[in-house]
């Protein structure tokens, strides 16, 4: 059974910094790609970063050049550094991991991340 809990979602001001949490439990081919997406109200789910087990990360829309995704594979933990944020960092922030030969696909419960003075 695969299990991803995040943590270090909350309140922070315009310009400040958070980082995120994501405890994998499973197998190493359930844990391979491991990232996070994010949905603000009324809009999609988006890719901020995604990094396979061994590999670099990859990352995806405005906040590439803000956030920075971390792996342990140690501890089966990613994390997701986020600075200088705006009120449109405003999201639900949802750890995401993609196994290797199953194809399946495993999501976390997600963290709320508010951005507000």
């Known amino acids: 059974q695969v299990q991803l809990v995040e943590s270090g979602g909350g309140l922070v001001q315009p310009g400040g910094s958070l980082r995120l949490s994501c405890a994998g439990t499973g197998s190493i081919d359930d844990l391979y790609r491991m990232g996070w997406y994010r949905q603000a109200p009324g809009k999609q789910r988006e890719l901020i970063a995604l990094?396979?087990?061994?590999?670099?990360?990859y990352y995806a829309g405005a906040a590439k050049d803000r956030f920075t995704l971390s792996r342990d594979n140690a501890v089966n933990t990613i994390y997701l550094q986020m600075s200088n944020l705006t009120p449109e960092d405003t999201a639900v922030y949802y750890c995401?991991?993609?196994?290797?030969?199953?194809?399946?696909?495993?999501w976390g419960q997600g963290t709320q991340v508010t951005v507000s003075s």
């Open positions: 995401y991991s993609g196994a290797r030969y199953s194809q399946r696909d495993y």
């Open positions: 990094m396979p087990r061994g590999g670099t990360a």
